[in-house]
């Protein structure tokens, strides 16, 4: 009997898990999956966490129970170190790791596009940590509004940064919280009051939508009273204000919660595996999503740099880095059965966000889809998407009950209003 080649699969998001099905039951192979968390996490409803809709169990699985029965996969909960793709090795602090085939599906962490001292004046919203902060912020801020109403109006104000999906849909379910959800819940204040700006630096919201879509987008959301402020640069951040580059001239706005959506860039083990980066550190990948020295080295992903049939990046997007997993394991198998690689080609079924209830845009196989039916489409895909029956039934439910009675039943504060303050 042949002696099993190990892959190392590097990270449980989209691509490392898709990459692990398609190789899970391969007898040839021993399989080891590390994360630095134990679950796989369902991106796309992050911003669920952070309104108050969902809770973190909703949207994250442990990556073991995907893979309980599964004998040739290990699971290992640790952070990588290092790599040295000389000696196929996969450094864990002093543990070592050999590969046949290592996969690296990293994904990404919040970029301020140079400008990092930002990061300590903002919110990000890449994991359950960063949502959950801001949920808890945006819940206390309306406490202590309630506590002192005369300084509801600096406390209820929040800003976001950024206009693409994450920022578009961020915007509207914090517009539905204060407007609609916990409007009744305060005597003091009115929380249908809080103002709610999002900020984008190109012309349109959604840039890479089609712009019939951007358009309805942007009208939608000032219907549900967010302040949209297009081709507006960020020129600066610090605590509590922002400088913005406008059409008009250079201006000041106050927030006392500032959510960064503007953008990502790989995350630092990159700088140490190869020079060869674009400028969001992302790793240059040829054809076969490996590289060109070390075929061996698979990369996927946030991480990735592919360029796509048309020369043009593909962007950092789930459906991307799950496709790539699929076909790096595909890769994999067909070498180990003495086939040529076949190169990797993106099939783009379209792009969807949501902006509140019963509002959302989507392009699907070329059709274009708004208001309602969007936001069917968006139930739909997302609930297929999700990992895990049990997932999939309780974001059902909750959806449905939310729906049916316009509640978010996540709005619990674990922590002292005092712990808040000292974090400020």
Same mark, same amino acid.
């Given at each position: ?76 909960? /640790? ?50 940590? /960063? ?128 959510? @960064? ?113 969007? @936001? ?49």
């Amino acid at each position: 009997m042949k002696e099993k080649k190990t892959v190392i699969v590097a990270g449980a998001g989209f691509g490392g898990l898709q990459a692990v099905k398609a190789l899970m039951r391969d007898d040839r192979l021993e399989i080891i999956w590390i994360d630095r968390t134990n679950h796989h996490l369902f991106q796309p409803l992050l911003y669920q966490i952070a309104s108050a809709v969902l809770s973190p169990a909703d949207i994250a699985i442990p990556a073991r129970s995907l893979t309980r029965n599964i004998k040739n996969v290990t699971v290992i909960m /640790d952070e990588i170190t290092g790599i040295d793709k000389e000696k196929k090795e996969v450094k864990l602090g002093e543990r070592i790791l050999k590969y046949d085939f290592l996969i690296l599906a990293l994904g990404a962490k919040t970029g301020y596009f140079g400008k990092n001292e930002w990061q300590k004046f903002t919110s990000g919203l890449k994991n359950l940590n /960063d949502a959950l902060q801001i949920r808890r912020r945006l819940l206390i801020s309306f406490e202590e509004a309630e506590n002192d109403p005369s300084v509801a109006a600096e406390l209820m104000n929040y800003v976001i940064v950024g206009g693409g999906p994450t920022g578009v849909e961020l915007a509207g379910s914090i517009a539905e919280l204060s407007r609609r959800i916990i409007k009744n819940d305060f005597r003091n204040i009115d929380t249908s009051k809080a103002k709610i700006t999002l900020i984008e630096a190109g012309p349109d919201l959604l840039p890479s939508f089609d712009r019939t879509l951007s358009v309805y987008t942007k009208e939608a959301l000032l219907k549900r009273g967010v302040n949209v402020m297009l081709n507006t640069r960020v020129k600066d951040i610090s605590k509590h204000k922002l400088t913005l580059k406008t059409l008009e001239g250079d201006k000041e706005i106050s927030a006392n919660i500032i959510i @960064w959506a503007a953008g990502v860039e790989a995350v630092p083990i990159t700088t140490e595996i190869t020079n060869n980066l674009d400028r969001q550190k992302r790793i240059l990948v040829n054809q076969f999503c490996s590289l060109g020295e070390h075929p061996e080295v698979f990369v996927i992903g946030d991480m990735a740099a592919f360029k796509n049939s048309d020369e043009k990046f593909l962007p950092g997007v789930s459906a991307v880095a799950m496709q790539q997993g699929r076909h790096v394991a595909r890769t994999i198998r067909r070498e180990l059965s003495g086939k040529k690689r076949e190169p990797f080609s993106y099939v783009d079924k379209g792009n969807m966000a949501t902006i509140g209830r019963k509002d959302a845009v989507a392009e699907l196989f070329g059709f274009k889809l708004k208001g309602f039916i969007g @936001w069917l489409a968006w139930l739909g895909v997302h609930l297929f998407y999700q990992v895990g029956f049990k997932n999939k039934l309780d974001i059902l439910l909750t959806w449905i009950w939310s729906y049916l009675t316009f509640g978010a039943g996540v709005r619990v504060i674990t922590d002292p209003i005092n712990d808040y303050e000292k974090d400020e």
